[in-house]
């Protein structure tokens, strides 16, 4: 078992920058590949950026690409989303997602453990 809890959400402009944070614990942060997803109002829920048990590998979804960077701390059992130039369409609540898988999935219905999710409000 896996227990993932997010912060970092909030309110701001657009053009800033938030970094979300999820810390992870009950088990062994390295067996997990971890990721974030957000959803909006009315929208599925959508796959944001993954990263590798170890760090070395890297996704991002298209639409964040070179805005928004995942990385993680395994000593601290921390994953982080920092999220630069954020647009209004970014606004979502945003989850962070594990998965005991050697590699970067994008698919929210393979992760098995989920945290309770952290809103993000951007506004124009």
């Known amino acids: 078992q896996v227990q993932l809890v997010e912060s970092g959400g909030g309110l701001v402009q657009a053009g800033g920058s938030l970094r979300l944070t999820c810390i992870a614990s009950?088990?062994?942060?390295?067996?997990?590949?971890m990721g974030w997803f957000r959803q909006a109002p009315g929208k599925e829920r959508e796959f944001v950026a993954g990263i590798s048990r170890s760090g070395i590998i890297t996704k991002a979804a298209d639409s964040v690409e070179g805005r928004f960077t995942i990385s993680r701390d395994n000593d601290k059992n921390t994953v982080y989303l920092q999220m630069n130039n954020l647009k209004p369409e970014d606004t979502a609540v945003y989850y962070c997602a594990a998965v005991s898988a050697r590699v970067v999935t994008k698919t929210s219905g393979t992760y098995d453990y989920w945290g309770q999710g952290t809103q993000v409000t951007v506004s124009s």
């Open positions: 009950g088990s062994t942060f390295t067996n997990y590949t």
